[in-house]
């Protein structure tokens, strides 16, 4: 043993009185196999595909579905549940496909800019976003027949969907401080209205279809009331603020943005429960021009912030992704000068989905670890989610839109 150790260490000596050069070589030579070595096994653990990586014994993939072009688009969206999405182009034009891209029907409704989507698709309901010159509301079949044509009081600023036996279920609210109520069958056709607490910014339905939950402005509130109007809870709010109220994907938790209706003002977010209350909140500053994703669960959001830097003298932005979990602790910071990024989504696990500037995605795990995953073709321009975060509607520069497929 002794002269074993005694040879290697002549050898070693050998090699450090080798010319500088050739030393250079063999080190490099060698660092290079033992980095083989290493990157070997996480090849074969995740199959050797720069869009997937193993996670707590789960492998999270970001593929691209497909792509297709995204001219003339103003606006798009996934139903509940995540099946069937819709597209707006100018003019009108309302187009529902399936997740696969496959189109179910294409129809034209002059001035129409919005639809809310029965999760099955076999209703829809058109409308003029925000238009107070017309309050027309169309109800649409599943091949994209009108079956119904009615008008409400003020314009519509907010709609939801679910299913119900045979039909769907729609809630609306609008500018009027009105509250609507459609049930949709083959069959039938109900409404009923009740009077809310201010404009009803934001609104939407469970998917048991008995419970309904919105945000309001002037008077500003939030609450939940059962579908004839009765309230659950109320909650005062901010009046100098928008309230979003948004259902997640679990029932025990429920997201608020609230955004100021003044420039420069700070905006906040709120994680709440089932009873309205605040599980934790925290601040969106007007001044970084933060952005936010939320989790489906409600437990992990991930900020998107710019942030100046002082370099040579001169002020310099750098766009930064951060983690926070529901205790409102920071689990890790990415970006810098030189590394632009933006949260797409994050994950119920707390994984999270980046991209940068030229359309690069990336994924963050654990305390931080970053892989690179797919390239789309062109910068991200606007993005929307299937609220269980299962896939994302994502327009790029390019003039495509991408259908990416988020898998655990």
């Not at 989790?295 to 370099?311: A, D, Q």
Request: aromatic residues 8%.
């Amino acid at each position: 043993m002794l002269s074993t150790l005694h040879k290697a260490s002549l050898s070693w000596e050998s090699f450090t009185d080798m010319p500088r050069s050739l030393t250079s070589i063999i080190v490099a030579v060698v660092v290079a196999l033992a980095l083989l070595v290493l990157a070997v096994p996480a090849l074969l653990k995740v199959g050797g595909d720069s869009s997937s990586w193993a996670v707590g014994g789960r492998t999270l993939q970001v593929k691209v579905a497909w792509k297709t072009n995204s001219a003339g688009l103003t606006y798009f969206a996934f139903a509940p549940g995540g099946r069937y999405f819709y597209t707006v182009t100018r003019g009108g034009k309302l187009c529902v496909y399936t997740a696969a891209g496959k189109l179910c029907y294409a129809v034209s409704i002059a001035g129409c800019d919005r639809l809310a989507l029965a999760p099955d698709a076999a209703y829809a309901l058109a409308y003029k976003y925000q238009n107070p010159a017309d309050s027309t509301i169309v109800f649409l079949g599943s091949q994209g027949r009108v079956s119904w044509k009615t008008s409400v009081t003020g314009a519509v600023w907010s709609a939801d969907a679910c299913a119900i036996p045979d039909g769907a279920r729609f809630v609306l609210g609008t500018g009027k401080r009105c509250a609507y109520v459609y049930d949709v069958t083959k069959t039938s056709r109900r409404y009923r209205w009740w009077r809310a607490p201010g404009v009803v910014v934001s609104i939407n339905i469970d998917p048991s279809g008995n419970d309904i939950t919105y945000g309001t402005w002037q008077e500003s509130s939030i609450a939940r009331v059962s579908i004839d109007g009765q309230e659950v809870w109320d909650r005062n709010m901010d009046p100098a603020s928008l309230h979003y109220l948004r259902t997640l994907d679990t029932p025990d938790r429920m997201l608020l943005r609230s955004v100021p209706n003044r420039r420069g003002a700070q905006g906040e977010f709120c994680v709440l429960d089932a009873d309205g209350g605040v599980v934790w909140r925290g601040e969106l500053s007007a001044a970084t021009g933060a952005r936010m994703v939320c989790s489906p669960n409600g437990r992990y959001v991930c900020l998107g912030v710019v942030e100046m830097m002082e370099h040579k003298g001169k002020s310099i932005s750098e766009k930064h992704a951060v983690l926070y979990d529901e205790s409102g602790r920071k689990l890790w910071d990415q970006g810098s000068m030189f590394f632009h990024v933006d949260p797409l989504l994050v994950t119920s696990d707390g994984e999270a989905v980046l991209v940068d500037a030229k359309g690069g995605l990336f994924i963050v795990r654990g305390k931080g670890d970053l892989e690179t995953s797919v390239k789309l073709p062109g910068s991200v321009v606007r993005s929307a989610q299937a609220r269980d975060g299962s896939a994302l509607l994502v327009e790029c520069s390019d003039g495509s839109l991408c259908k990416l497929d988020i898998q655990q």
